[in-house]
T-cell receptor, first 117, second 111 residues
Framework: DAGVTQSPTHLIKTRGQQVTLRCSPISGHKSVSWYQQVLGQGPQFIFQYYEKEERGRGNFPDRFSARQFPNYSSELNVNALLLGDSALYLC????????????????FGAGSRLTVL | GNSVTQMEGPVTLSEEAFLTINCTYTATGYPSLFWYVQYPGEGLQLLLKATKADDKGSNKGFEATYRKETTSFHLEKGSVQVSDSAVYFCAPSLGNTPLVFGKGTRLSVIA
C-alpha cells in the first residue's frame, strides 16, 4: 500500500511568488494535517482537514490556506512568499474521526522542501 | 496549551552504547505522549506512544515510560546501532489539540 505521498519533493521560488503543495493520504484515511518544519526545529502545526472541512488551524498568517478534495487529497497554498517560508512542509494523514485527538496516530509523508530566494 | 522540552543535541554515541533522550512536557490535562523519529531524507515516523500514566511504549528496542509525577517521557535504548542515527522528536497531544513537537534531538551513532 502506498503511504502518504507529497509533491513536489523540492521546489525553489522567489519572494512574492505563490506556491501550491499537494498531498495524497493513505487509502481510507479521511483526515489530513499540514506541518511546517524549519531547519533545525520541530514541525509546527498549520492545518487539519477532515471531510473537506477545516478542523484546526495553527498560528500562521492568512497567506497560508489549504483545502481538501472529495478524494481526501489536499493542497496547501502559500501566497506572497517570504524568505522565512523556506522549510520542509509535511503532510500527515490519520484514520481518525475528524476530532483532533491524542489517540490518532499520524502517518507522515516525506515532505516538500521549499526554498524561497 | 501543551509545550515540550527536549534534551539538546546533537548526541554522538558509539555502537552498543546506552541511549537516553530526556523529554519533559507541560500540559493542563493528561496528554497522550509520542516519540517520532526522522531518518535522513524522510518524513517523521511514529516510534512509540503511551496514552496514560505509567504506560510504557516500546518499539525496535526503544522504550519510554509515561511519568505523570515528573511530567516526563524519556526515551531509552540499551544498545544503539548505526542505523538508529536520526532525529528524535517528543510530542504530547492533549484531547482535541494537535501534536506539539519538541525541537528534536539529533543522534549520531558511530561504529
Amino acid at each position: 500500500d502506498a503511504g502518504v505521498t507529497q509533491s513536489p519533493t523540492h521546489l525553489i521560488k522567489t519572494r512574492g511568488q505563490q506556491v501550491t503543495l499537494r498531498c495524497s493520504p493513505i487509502s481510507g484515511h479521511k483526515s489530513v494535517s499540514w506541518y511546517q518544519q524549519v531547519l533545525g526545529q520541530g514541525p509546527q502545526f498549520i492545518f487539519q482537514y477532515y471531510e473537506k472541512e477545516e478542523r484546526g488551524r495553527g498560528n500562521f498568517p492568512d497567506r497560508f490556506s489549504a483545502r481538501q478534495f472529495p478524494n481526501y487529497s489536499s493542497e496547501l497554498n502559500v501566497n506572497a512568499l517570504l524568505l522565512g517560508d523556506s522549510a520542509l512542509y509535511l503532510c500527515a494523514s490519520s484514520g481518525g474521526t475528524g476530532v483532533i485527538s491524542g489517540a490518532n496516530v499520524l502517518t507522515f509523508g516525506a515532505g516538500s522542501r521549499l526554498t524561497v530566494l | 496549551g501543551n509545550s515540550v522540552t527536549q534534551m539538546e543535541g546533537p548526541v554522538t554515541l558509539s555502537e552498543e552504547a546506552f541511549l537516553t533522550i530526556n523529554c519533559t512536557y507541560t500540559a493542563t490535562g493528561y496528554p497522550s505522549l509520542f516519540w517520532y523519529v526522522q531518518y535522513p531524507g524522510e518524513g517523521l515516523q511514529l516510534l512509540l506512544k503511551a496514552t496514560k500514566a505509567d504506560d510504557k511504549g516500546s518499539n525496535k528496542g526503544f522504550e519510554a515510560t509515561y511519568r505523570k509525577e515528573t511530567t516526563s517521557f524519556h526515551l531509552e535504548k540499551g544498545s544503539v546501532q548505526v542505523s538508529d542515527s536520526a532525529v528524535y522528536f517528543c510530542a504530547p497531544s492533549l484531547g482535541n489539540t494537535p501534536l506539539v513537537f519538541g525541537k528534536g534531538t539529533r543522534l549520531s551513532v558511530i561504529a
